[in-house]
């Protein structure tokens, strides 16, 4: 059976509706009822990143050389925490995902393994992370954030306490990366204001070429201080280290955040 100009090859049904697994032209590709792609994963090489937004979402690799203690808002396909945990063997990984479906599909069909440096908990994210606030919980060096259902960005990953409640979680040298989508503008534009506020506007906006994502990175305490030279040479090490455009990412994020880029680059 075609579906979304694939070859359907799974498909299972929960609470929250339809999950799909499609594969077009060499790619697996996660659905939730509709025709967006939540992650998509390259069976000829499934640790790479295929997703132009899951490679940009590594841009935080220009100001911070391991992810360290992670908490993840948002599993989908498990693409990018697969990523970290092969790239990155030192680092702990904390994932939050509502629908323990999607974590079955994840480890069924695109290879997240069973590794003890992941843990998995199953819960609604924005819930997650108030009631571990209210906890007083750990610090964590990043809080990554990729939360969408079949519409679009999570209801609960949408106000103000929310991101209020992510800072608190980092620690002073903390950061956040978060995928945001830009063509509901008066929903982008409010959460780049949340985002601004809670962080003392040290954010960073990076968008995804050819697509309609943002990814945000914000702060926690002071922005790293570079020079243009010291960040495009990273950038071009970077790129040699892990086949991901990091020059480009130096150039849109220049040309994006021109008053804080250039409070940040010397």
Request: proline letters at 4%.
């Amino acid at each position: 059976m075609y579906k979304y100009n694939g070859l359907l090859i799974h498909q299972n049904h929960d609470e929250e509706g339809v999950l799909e697994v499609v594969e077009e032209k060499g790619v697996r590709s996660l659905h939730f009822g509709s025709s967006p792609k939540q992650s998509s994963m390259l069976l000829a090489d499934p640790y790479q990143l295929y997703s132009p937004y899951a490679r940009a979402m590594m841009a935080w690799l220009l100001f911070k050389d391991s992810p360290g203690n992670l908490l993840m808002v948002g599993l989908g396909g498990g693409i990018l925490t697969k990523y970290l945990l092969y790239h990155f063997p030192e680092c702990q990984i904390q994932a939050v995902e509502y629908r323990k479906s999607v974590v079955k599909i994840a480890r069924s069909h695109f290879g997240l393994p069973r590794d003890p440096r992941l843990k998995i908990s199953i819960a609604e994210g924005g819930s997650y992370i108030r009631q571990k606030y209210q906890e007083n919980a750990d610090y964590y060096d990043m809080l990554v954030i990729d939360a969408f259902d079949h519409e679009g960005l999570a209801e609960s990953v949408r106000n103000e306490a929310f991101f209020d409640a992510c800072r608190a979680f980092l620690n002073q040298k903390g950061m956040l990366v978060i995928n945001l989508w830009s063509t509901d503008k008066p929903l982008f534009q409010q959460i780049a204001w949340f985002l601004g506020r809670t962080f003392d506007w040290r954010v960073l906006f990076l968008p995804a070429r050819k697509r309609g994502n943002v990814i945000a990175i914000a702060f926690s305490g002071e922005m790293p201080k570079l020079t243009l030279k010291q960040l495009k040479a990273k950038a071009e090490q970077l790129e040699r280290q892990y086949q991901i455009e990091f020059p480009v990412f130096v150039k849109d994020i220049r040309k994006n955040n021109t008053e804080i880029f250039s409070r940040i680059i010397k």
